[in-house]
């Protein structure tokens, strides 16, 4: 059996927080998983990574962004999540297609249905079972990462994360059986207890 989740969410939303904590989870039960992140895992993924997160001198446009958060993603699925699923290993991903939607289609404001085409080139039919939002208000957001070194997404404005959460928000409302939608701001033993009785009932056994 396999099963391929993504955690998805705004900026400070605790979704790395969240899969580490049900990655940690599943490992203590010995149940074969593994827990990556979106864009840089591969060596491809890393050197797209830098460019897109911590590029100063070099302009990216929007469509380029595009192109290039799904030639990671080619490179992840193919090398990575394919195998791993094929394997029946569960394999929890931060971040995947429903990022690029939020980010380039609604935050950007690039035409959806372009954004959708290419990520469909991107995911290689690999679709997600379940997708878990973390939403947050973008100023709660904002707030949680005061201290951190912003990278080129973090230093967009308000309304831009504003318009991100609100893409989120409608993939979501779209697709109600395919996403869990958790209020993030309970604690993060209360997120991981949503989840957690989700998730283990479609493990085996
Ligand atoms: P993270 O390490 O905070 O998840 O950094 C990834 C950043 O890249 C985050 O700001 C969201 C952004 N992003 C997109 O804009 N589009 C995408 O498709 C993905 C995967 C991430």
């Keep these: 059996m396999s099963l391929f989740i993504?955690?998805?969410?705004?900026?400070?939303?605790?979704?790395?927080?969240?899969?580490?904590?049900?990655?940690?989870?599943?490992?203590?039960?010995?149940?074969?998983?593994?827990l990556i992140h979106e864009p840089g895992i591969t060596a491809?993924?890393?050197?797209?990574?830098?460019?897109?997160?911590?590029?100063?001198?070099?302009?990216?446009?929007?469509?380029?962004?595009?192109?290039?958060?799904?030639?990671?993603?080619?490179?992840?699925?193919?090398?990575?999540?394919k195998p791993n699923l094929e394997k029946g290993v569960i394999v929890l991903c931060?971040?995947?297609?429903?990022?690029?939607?939020?980010?380039?289609?609604?935050?950007?404001?690039?035409?959806?249905?372009?954004v959708k085409a290419?990520?469909?080139?991107?995911?290689?039919?690999?679709?997600?079972?379940?997708?878990?939002?973390?939403?947050?208000?973008?100023?709660?957001?904002?707030?949680r990462n005061k201290d951190k070194k912003p990278d080129r997404f973090e230093k967009e404005n308000?309304?831009?994360h504003k318009r991100v959460r609100e893409g989120y928000l409608k993939l979501a409302k779209a697709e109600p059986k395919h996403w869990l939608v958790i209020d993030a701001t309970k604690t993060k033993e209360e997120i991981a207890a949503i989840i957690w009785q989700r998730v283990s009932k479609r493990l085996p056994g």
């Design 6 to 34: 993504t955690f998805e969410g705004g900026e400070g939303c605790g979704k790395s927080t969240q899969s580490r904590m049900l990655s940690r989870r599943l490992k203590k039960l010995a149940v074969p998983s593994l």
């Design 44 to 81: 491809l993924g890393k050197k797209i990574t830098q460019l897109l997160k911590w590029s100063k001198d070099i302009k990216i446009s929007p469509l380029a962004e595009l192109l290039l958060f799904n030639v990671s993603r080619v490179q992840l699925v193919t090398e990575v999540i």
């Design 94 to 114: 931060d971040r995947y297609a429903d990022s690029t939607i939020a980010y380039q289609g609604y935050g950007r404001g690039l035409d959806l249905d372009k």
């Design 118 to 143: 290419t990520n469909a080139l991107g995911m290689q039919g690999v679709i997600p079972n379940l997708s878990i939002l973390l939403d947050v208000p973008a100023e709660t957001g904002f707030a």
């Design 158 to 160: 308000l309304s831009f």
